[in-house]
């Protein structure tokens, strides 16, 4: 008994064959080809699930971009780079197709799932995900699911406002956490105070050589990241944030810096029995986390 498991990105397709236990067996990728839209797309994981097909499979586990109500598997807002992705009912389509069971829930939220069920988050039945990237995307595992909120837009953690007339933000607002701690506000803080156009590695080799500068600006933009973290620890009271993201690659050594910057932020009980931890699943999570959503519908799974 085999699972299909599909990652849709804004610009990536990543799928693979799955053992129930969350072993990737075989896995792929393909270009998304977004501005395509929809029915393209749709060919797309036809093709990967008819790859699959002759395989004893058991479901279609799907994790996508966008605001998705992963209890029915539509797709309910988002950044439309997609054309006609909002608004469809994927979870239907593919049942009817292949008269097998599927899921479809938003990709950070699988993200924290694929964790809490075989990574950073093991053992722990609620948790906050963070992933900082363009932006910053968040996950909350509650009592071994994910709170989605009334209208499956929970946890958006990147639109917290952290400077008050700051920069301008794609939601529109301005001053959002995302613009000052993500790994994008990492690279344009570089930007404007060296002029230099460095990634996210470059700046923190720099830092690590002591160069003023440098180090002055993670300084500024871990005091940013803890800022929002601290707040969202005051809200959840969790005994564990996982944080995944291209920056998690610093290891211990980032770790260190957050944990120290964020003991100043926090009180005692709130730092009492709470443990920071980097994702353990990497580009994976996404597809074992829409695994384990499946694995719970068709009841393989407490
Ligand atoms: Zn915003």
Redo the contacts with the bound molecule.
């Keep these: 008994m085999k699972i299909v498991g599909i990652d849709i990105g804004g610009t990536m397709i990543k799928y693979g064959l799955l053992s129930i236990d969350g072993k990737i067996l075989e896995s792929g990728e393909m270009k998304t080809e977004a501005e395509k839209g929809v029915e393209v797309l749709f060919d797309k994981i036809s093709y990967i699930v008819e790859k699959y097909l002759h395989e004893d499979i058991l479901g279609i586990a799907v994790s996508g971009t966008g605001q998705i109500d992963g209890s029915i598997g539509k797709v309910v807002g988002g950044n439309p780079i997609i054309p006609g992705w909002i608004g469809t009912n994927l979870v239907e389509r593919l049942e009817k197709k292949y008269n097998l069971p599927a899921v479809l829930e938003n990709d950070v939220n699988c993200a924290a799932l694929g964790e809490k069920w075989l990574g950073a988050g093991r053992g722990k039945d609620s948790f906050v995900c963070l992933t900082i990237g363009t932006g910053i995307g968040g996950g909350i595992v509650l009592n071994g699911d994910i709170l989605r909120g009334d209208t499956c837009v929970a946890g958006e953690f990147?639109?917290i406002q952290v400077e008050k007339n700051g920069e301008k933000?794609?939601?529109?607002?301005r001053g959002?956490y995302?613009?000052y701690a993500s790994a994008t506000a990492l690279v344009r803080m570089a930007k404007e105070r060296t002029g230099k156009d460095l990634n996210g590695k470059e700046i923190f080799d720099r830092e690590k050589a002591n160069e003023t500068l440098f180090v002055e600006i993670v300084k500024d933009w871990v005091d940013y990241f803890t800022d929002g973290l601290s707040t969202l620890i005051y809200i959840f009271n969790p005994p564990l944030v996982v944080i995944g993201g291209g920056v998690t690659k610093q290891g211990d050594y980032l770790l260190d810096k957050i944990n120290k910057s964020l003991e100043e932020k926090l009180g005692v009980n709130f730092r009492k029995n709470l443990t920071i931890k980097f994702a353990e699943l990497g580009n994976n999570a996404g597809i074992l986390g829409a695994e384990y959503l499946l694995l719970k519908k068709i009841g393989k799974l407490n």
């Design positions: 990147g639109h933000c794609l939601c529109g607002k959002c995302e613009r």
